[in-house]
């Protein structure tokens, strides 16, 4: 009762707060979310799975520039935004299969590079933009409706988190989750136990990234602009 009393005072301040918070404020308020989403994926690989990964951000630039261009090609925003995870979990899936070989420090390096690699290639490759990145990208939209504000942008985030974290929830509390937990204790009691580590392994790695496509997505469409990040001068 009062996880569920809990629970309902969270929702109604975060619907409540986008119509108090000036523009400056929700675009902190809509990055905290779609940062949020990411960390729920991160929280499901690492906490549940015991997979160590440090190329989120790679499959979050996935799901952007995958709604972005098919936004800019003429495809209705929303078809992008749900491509966006699809695709971040279809490359995850073709990513993981070797990589998740690997445990440890050498998966987490392994997959630092494959995100280095992956924002290298997003800054030369002339339909991502290059360099430049993609711009004057479409606002998002549904049928008639239009997010023309930043508090439309704020609702559209904390739903994405919403919807993660009730997917989380689910995958958590079911099967698949028990043996997840028992997969990171020890792979190879859990193996013993007739749990088919690689396929669960690749699945919840598929999942983290879908989570944090679906972030990247939202942000090509309240930023209406992508970009890889600046190399450092260092």
Same mark, same amino acid.
């Given at each position: 009762?009062?996880?569920?009393? &809990?629970?309902?005072?969270?929702?109604?301040?975060?619907?409540?707060?986008?119509?108090?918070?000036?523009?400056?404020?929700?675009?902190?308020y809509?990055?905290?979310?779609?940062?949020?989403?990411?960390?729920?994926?991160?929280?499901?690989?690492?906490?549940? &799975?015991?997979?160590?990964?440090?190329?989120?951000?790679?499959?979050?630039?996935?799901?952007a520039y995958?709604?972005?261009?098919?936004?800019?090609?003429?495809?209705?925003?929303?078809?992008?935004?749900i491509?966006?995870?699809?695709?971040?979990?279809?490359?995850?899936?073709?990513?993981?299969?070797?990589?998740?070989?690997?445990?440890?420090?050498?998966?987490?390096f392994?997959?630092?590079?494959? /995100?280095?690699?992956?924002?290298?290639?997003?800054?030369?490759?002339?339909?991502?933009g290059?360099?430049?990145?993609?711009?004057?990208?479409? /606002?998002?939209?549904?049928?008639?409706?239009q997010?023309? #504000?930043?508090?439309?942008? !704020?609702?559209?985030?904390?739903?994405?988190?919403?919807?993660?974290?009730?997917?989380?929830?689910?995958?958590?509390?079911s099967?698949?989750?028990?043996?997840?937990?028992?997969?990171?204790? #020890?792979?190879?009691?859990? !193996? #013993? #136990?007739?749990?088919?580590?690689?396929?669960?392994?690749?699945?919840?790695?598929?999942?983290? !990234?879908?989570?944090?496509?679906?972030?990247g997505?939202?942000? %090509?469409?309240?930023?209406?602009?992508?970009?890889?990040? !600046?190399?450092?001068? %260092?």
């Open positions: 009762m009062i996880r569920l009393a &809990a629970g309902l005072l969270a929702a109604a301040v975060t619907l409540a707060l986008p119509a108090v918070l000036d523009d400056s404020a929700l675009a902190v809509i990055l905290l979310g779609l940062a949020a989403i990411v960390t729920v994926g991160v929280s499901l690989l690492m906490g549940y &799975a015991g997979q160590v990964s440090l190329g989120q951000g790679a499959f979050y630039a996935i799901g995958t709604a972005a261009l098919l936004a800019l090609g003429g495809v209705p925003p929303v078809a992008g935004l491509a966006a995870p699809v695709v971040a979990a279809l490359s995850a899936l073709v990513i993981g299969t070797p990589l998740l070989r690997l445990r440890g420090h050498h998966l987490a392994a997959t630092l590079a494959m /995100q280095l690699i992956l924002l290298s290639l997003a800054g030369q490759l002339e339909f991502t290059g360099d430049i990145g993609l711009q004057a990208i479409p /606002q998002f939209s549904i049928g008639s409706f997010a023309e #504000s930043a508090a439309a942008y !704020a609702y559209l985030t904390w739903g994405g988190l919403a919807l993660v974290l009730l997917v989380t929830h689910n995958v958590s509390t099967r698949p989750g028990r043996a997840l937990r028992a997969l990171a204790t #020890s792979e190879t009691a859990a !193996a #013993s #136990s007739g749990i088919p580590v690689g396929r669960y392994k690749l699945v919840v790695f598929a999942l983290s !990234a879908a989570f944090a496509g679906l972030a997505g939202i942000y %090509c469409f309240y930023a209406g602009y992508v970009a890889p990040p !600046a190399p450092s001068p %260092c």
